[in-house]
């Protein structure tokens, strides 16, 4: 049985799907077999983010109402084989999505997949709620600024009493995903430190995400960020949150620590 | 013709109390209503949607007057659910019902029986005046979780958190309140008329406090406090704060 994942985060705009596509890209290069499924009917954007959207045919709503199979609307990526997507609808609205169809399609990509991964809509509503209904793990996506902290902290309260797991008594694993941080503006005051974040929502850290202009540079491609540049700062940082998603126990690391060429020398002759 | 029961079974009626706020109205209602503006106006939304009790107890005020505050109140969403203090003749249909004893109940009142005579009462030891009945151990809880933005976390005697309190959340209790962590949200002790009650917090980023209806806001705190280890209690009707450190 696969592992489902909801990517989530209150407040839009954080890079949610963004990171749904990367990091699902990152777990399918790692050998697994994902599948991402866009939970944002209406404003579907992730088959634009994987480079998938003129090979739409069906979505999840046409699947979840009868009129398609599961397997006609999966659709392949065309770099990595072991990676699939189910889009979203972009005519329909969220009424579409009921609570016994999202969890029959759930329930047959747990025995397909090793993950599956729910790219949430931004807000509380019911497509939110549907994404994070079935899930085992969560990932909650942050941005250092205090809307969107106080947003997920929000979700995470949701996470806790909403879900299935929560209503069976069972705690959710989840994970904070911190995207777009900038050390220098941290450092400078502008953004909130990463030590400030964790402090207010309290869950772990599965990783810090650079802003970057490598992220928008491959979504205007079409492609996850860790497959359009594999050693760009950005999706390395993927691929470390993957490692920690897996188990692994890395060494958090803030991006842009990296000092010049004579702060190496310096750094190391002090060491 | 006589009526028929065709329905054997009854309409189930049941008691039960709720936990309301209770607005104390003072003459003359322009300068009061004046100062609920401006709470409200520092606390968003804190009225909206909460059942209110309008409390008009020693008030000289006649029907017009009291239909006209309600109205007011309206206007600025509150809405009353119930008047006490009221003289039954000033309640019309048109107003809300009487409430009366709203003070913490039980659910149902226990038929105390009478303290029967202690039969032989060995050697002539004097039966010391029947202690007062311990009072009855309110509900308090203990929550070991964050509490999270837009929860409501209420009972009626203690809360004790095992965490950080967030922006947007809140802590309501009949008795006192302790937070070992960061309290950031709203959090209102002695709420069942408690003035004993004190709210304590590792860290003070606090929305609002209150204690049996004595509030403060973000901006009245004193700022030396923000980000101290702070306990609040009530001075008679000063509400108080001083740092725990």
């Known amino acids: 049985m696969g592992k489902v994942i909801v990517v989530t985060s209150g407040k839009g705009g954080v ?18 077999k994902v599948v991402v499924v866009d939970f944002d009917v209406g404003l ?51 009424d579409n999505l009921t609570s016994e169809g999202v969890e029959k399609v759930i329930g047959a990509l747990k025995s397909h997949f090793d993950w599956v991964i729910c790219d949430s809509p ?13 899930a085992d793990i969560a990932i909650v996506v942050t941005n250092p600024e205090v809307s969107s902290v106080r ?81 760009s700062a950005p999706a390395l940082a993927y691929f470390d949150a993957v490692r920690r998603l897996k188990g692994e126990n890395l060494p958090m690391t803030i991006p842009g620590e990296k000092r010049g060429f004579f702060g190496k020398i310096f750094g190391r002759k002090a060491a | 013709m006589t009526a028929v029961l065709t329905q054997p079974r009854p309409i189930r009626l049941k008691g039960r109390s709720y936990l309301a706020l209770t607005l104390t109205p003072e003459l003359p209602f322009e300068d009061w209503l004046v100062r609920l503006d401006d709470l409200a106006g520092r606390s968003a ?3 909206l949607r909460r059942p209110v009790v309008l409390d008009v107890e020693g008030l000289e005020i006649d029907r017009a007057q009291l ?17 006490e203090g009221a003289r039954p003749s000033m309640l019309g249909n048109d107003l809300p019902p009487a409430m009366s004893g709203g003070k913490t109940t039980g659910d149902i009142e226990e038929p105390t029986a009478e303290p029967a005579k202690e039969a032989p009462v060995a050697e002539s030891v004097a039966v010391t005046p029947a202690a ?27 809360v004790t958190i095992v965490g950080s309190v967030a922006s947007g959340a809140e802590v309501i209790a009949g008795g006192s309140i302790h937070i070992y962590g960061t309290l950031r949200g709203r959090a209102m002790a002695g709420t069942l008329g408690n003035a004993e009650a004190r709210i304590f917090c590792r860290k003070l980023e606090a929305e609002l406090v ?36």
Do not use: C
């Open chain 2, 67 to 83: 239909r006209d505050l309600v109205g007011k109140l309206g206007a600025r969403n509150v809405r009353i659910m119930g008047i």
């Open chain 2, 45 to 47: 939304g804190f009225f």
């Open chain 1, 122 to 134: 931004a807000g509380i509503e019911r497509g939110a709620t549907l994404a994070m209904r079935h």
């Open chain 1, 151 to 231: 947003d997920s902290d929000r979700i995470i309260g949701l996470l806790d009493s909403k879900t299935l797991k929560a209503e069976n008594g069972e705690r959710m694993e989840k994970h904070l995903l911190l995207t777009r941080y900038d050390p220098a503006r941290a450092e400078r005051g502008d953004m909130l430190k990463v030590d400030d974040v964790l402090e207010i929502l309290s869950i772990p850290l599965l990783g810090i995400i650079p802003e970057s202009m490598d992220v928008l540079r491959a979504s205007n491609i079409g492609s996850p960020v860790t497959l359009a540049d594999e050693r």
């Open chain 2, 210 to 245: 209150g204690i049996d209806g004595y509030y403060k806001t973000a901006e009245d705190l004193e700022p030396s406090l923000r980000g101290k280890p702070v306990q609040f209690w009530l001075e008679g009707e000063t509400f108080t704060g001083g740092s725990l450190a």
């Open chain 2, 132 to 158: 007062p009945l311990p009072a009855k151990a309110v509900a308090s809880i203990i929550v070991t979780q964050p509490v999270r933005s837009g929860q409501s976390i209420f009972a009626e005697g203690d």
């Open chain 1, 44 to 94: 579907r954007n992730l088959d634009l983010i994987m480079g998938a959207e003129r090979r739409v045919v069906y979505d999840l709503v046409n699947v979840i109402q009868g009129e398609a199979k599961l397997t006609q609307a999966l659709i392949r990526d065309k770099r990595v084989e072991t990676l699939y997507l189910l889009p979203a609808s972009q005519t329909r609205d969220k």
């Open chain 1, 15 to 32: 890079g949610k799907t963004t990171s749904s596509a990367a990091l699902g890209a990152a777990l399918a290069q790692s050998g697994d």
